[in-house]
Structures are given as structure tokens and as C-alpha cells.
């Protein structure tokens, strides 16, 4: 599991731009007015020919170690593998293990790219291009009727649990009917299913609260309702939401969105993010499209034996707190655990 921390202060980072060391609640507020990076903004904007993009401002922290924290932008085009490539890159020493993120009670996990089998394809001595399958198509609007069309027949109740509930003249679900067939894009589809699915949860939860102020015909009613709706929600959003790595960051961010991040399904390193603000603005890199804005400092942890500087730490998952787990060089090669790791700037510290 992830290493957590049970230690509650403080951190502190530094300032991409300015070098200035600041304490983790004052580096958001700091990165705004900032006169070093509006200069290297203004700079940027006056002799970069690329065109100006949304960029968004991106706090990536620790879920049980907050102490462990990055603020960084990123093109809001960008898609979900470049944010997993940066994060790795970050604060994770390997990447032999499955990672995803989780956005909005949707999961995007890690798959392998088209790339990967060009290139595999290549080495045994196929051109790349030959046996590629054509890119996918954008769903029309038709298609998407289609399928809710065949949704509707297949999980209405008709075909469902028996019930003596007439929902054909019942005017709620007549009516959640026509607004869901209603004409949409794709993306606002799946916003609207999705829209759909947080509002189901709340009423079921608000209907047991109510249970004893409903008659049971009511009570009846409501809860198959609410079955019947979550069915169709979720086999809807199985059929039409790209939930792959590859989706773009503005597809599925917008500011103030909460997310999360684990690497690693056995011995897992959990992390929290938040959009916090969004502009128009220049990529940096050619390559890197991430910049970096602020990292927190690597924390001072003394050795358990003779109090300096902490160099390693022991790979001891029965440990909740680094504190008690570390050591200087010297101490470590006198001790007897079983496997150490070096104590690195990161929320998977100590963890193999």
C-alpha cells in the first residue's frame, strides 16, 4: 500500500520562476502575481509564433502524504496520457504498473497506444501502416439515437424486474424519456448522462431519508424509477464515453474539477489533483507541453539510529509513517532490513 503520512504540518516549495520558498498554502496566490513569470509570460507571448492555447493550472498532491505536492500547466488539449507520463516522470521511479484517473465517478485507464503496436509490428519486420485499423469515427447524431433507441427496449421495465407500476403512463418517466432522446452532440451526451447519474444517487439517498414519510405504492414507484434510470444511464455511458487515456484534458476538466490518480493496483501510490485556474497562454516546450510552477521542498527526515540527515529508507509496508523508517548512509549499511530504498521527493517513497 501506500506509504501515509500521520506527521501534520506544514510543507513548504519553491517557485519555478522566482526561487522563492514559500509555505504550501501561499504558493497558489504567490504563482498568480508572481513578477518573474509575468515577465517570462510577457516574453513568451512576444516572440513565440505558436498560437496562444488554454492552459490549465494543475495541484497534484498526495492523497495520504499532502506533504508531497507539484503545481504545473498543461494544454487543456493535451490528452490524460500526457498528465500520467508527467506524473510518473515526477514522482514515480519505474512504470511497469497499470495507472488511471478517475474524473467525475468515470475511471480512465492506462491501455496501450496504437504506437506501441506500430513499432511492434516494425520489429518483426511488418511496415508500419500495413494491418492498422482505420481511426474511428466521431458518432453522429443518428447513431446516437440508434443506440438509445436499443437501450430502451432492451432494459425497460417491460423486459425487467416484474413490477405492477405502469411507467408507460407515468408522466416522470415519460418525461425523462423525451429529455434524454432529445437531440445532442456526443460530448454533451455523456454530460448529460453523467448529469443524470449524480442526480439519481442523490435521490435514492433523499428517499431513504423520506421512507417513512412515503406510502409504500410510493415508495414503489420511486425505487423503480430511480432502477430503471440508473440501468439505462450506465449501459448508455459503457456504449458512447471514451474512457482511454486518450482523451482530451477539456473533455473531461474544467475549473474547480476534484480527480484522482493511483499507480500501481497491489502496492498502490494515491494522488489528488484540482483544476485550479485556467488561461490563454503559449506552450513552453517543443517537446514537453507540462511546465512546471512550484514543487515542494524534499523534507528533512533524521536517521533513526544517529539523528543526521536520512539518506534511505526501509521498505516496510507495516509502517504507516516515514518517521522511524530511515537512514543515513552509514547507518544503512549497518543495517539488518531486508531492503532499502533511497529516500526520494515523492508520495511513493519507500514503496517498491
Known amino acids: 500500500m501506500a506509504t501515509r503520512s500521520t506527521e501534520r504540518f506544514m510543507s513548504s516549495g519553491t517557485c519555478a520562476f522566482c526561487k522563492a520558498e514559500l509555505a504550501k498554502n501561499k504558493i497558489t496566490q504567490h504563482l498568480k502575481s508572481c ?6 509570460v510577457a516574453e513568451q507571448e512576444k516572440t513565440s509564433r505558436k498560437p496562444k492555447t488554454r492552459l490549465f493550472h494543475i495541484l497534484a498532491e498526495g492523497q495520504y502524504s499532502p506533504q508531497y505536492w507539484l503545481h504545473f500547466e498543461v494544454p487543456a488539449s493535451e490528452p490524460l496520457w500526457t498528465l500520467d ?13 497499470l495507472s488511471g484517473f478517475t474524473i467525475n465517478g468515470t475511471t480512465y485507464s492506462e491501455n496501450y497506444s496504437e504506437e506501441f503496436f506500430v513499432m511492434e509490428r516494425a520489429e518483426e519486420g511488418e511496415e508500419p501502416g500495413e494491418g492498422e485499423e482505420p481511426e474511428e469515427e466521431e458518432i453522429t447524431e ?12 432492451t432494459f425497460t421495465p417491460e423486459h425487467g424486474v416484474v413490477t405492477d407500476f405502469d411507467f408507460k403512463v407515468d408522466p416522470q418517466w415519460t418525461t425523462w424519456i423525451a429529455d434524454l432522446k432529445k437531440p445532442r452532440a456526443l460530448d454533451d451526451l455523456v454530460e448529460f448522462l453523467k448529469e443524470e447519474r449524480t442526480r439519481l444517487s442523490k435521490e435514492k439517498r ?4 423520506n421512507e417513512q414519510s412515503l406510502s409504500p405504492k410510493e415508495m414503489h414507484r420511486r425505487y423503480f424509477l430511480t432502477y430503471y434510470q440508473k440501468i439505462i444511464v450506465e449501459i448508455l455511458l459503457d456504449e458512447v464515453e471514451d474512457r482511454s487515456m486518450g482523451v482530451s484534458l477539456a473533455r473531461v476538466l474544467k475549473v474547480g474539477q476534484k480527480f484522482s490518480y493511483i499507480y500501481d493496483y497491489g502496492s498502490s501510490t494515491y494522488i489528488q489533483l484540482r483544476v485550479i485556474a485556467e488561461r490563454e497562454g503559449i506552450v513552453q516546450g517543443e517537446w514537453k507541453s507540462v511546465q512546471l510552477l512550484a514543487q515542494n521542498n524534499a523534507l528533512s527526515v533524521p536517521c533513526r539510529i544517529c539523528g543526521n540527515p536520512a539518506t534511505y529508507i526501509a521498505v516496510d509496508y507495516a509502517h504507516d509513517d516515514i ?23 515523492s508520495p511513493r517513497v519507500g514503496v517498491l
Do not use: V
Not at 142 to 153: F, G, P, R, V, Y
Open 35 to 40: 513578477k518573474q513569470r509575468l515577465i517570462t
Open 85 to 97: 507520463q508527467f506524473l510518473k516522470d515526477m514522482w514515480i521511479d519505474d512504470s511497469d504498473h
Open 142 to 153: 443518428d447513431e446516437l439515437k440508434e443506440l438509445i433507441d436499443k437501450a430502451l427496449i
Open 206 to 209: 433523499a428517499s431513504w431519508k
Open 323 to 345: 518517521n522511524g523508517n530511515c537512514y543515513c548512509d552509514k547507518c544503512a549499511s549497518k543495517s539488518e532490513e531486508d531492503a532499502m530504498l533511497p529516500l526520494s521527493n
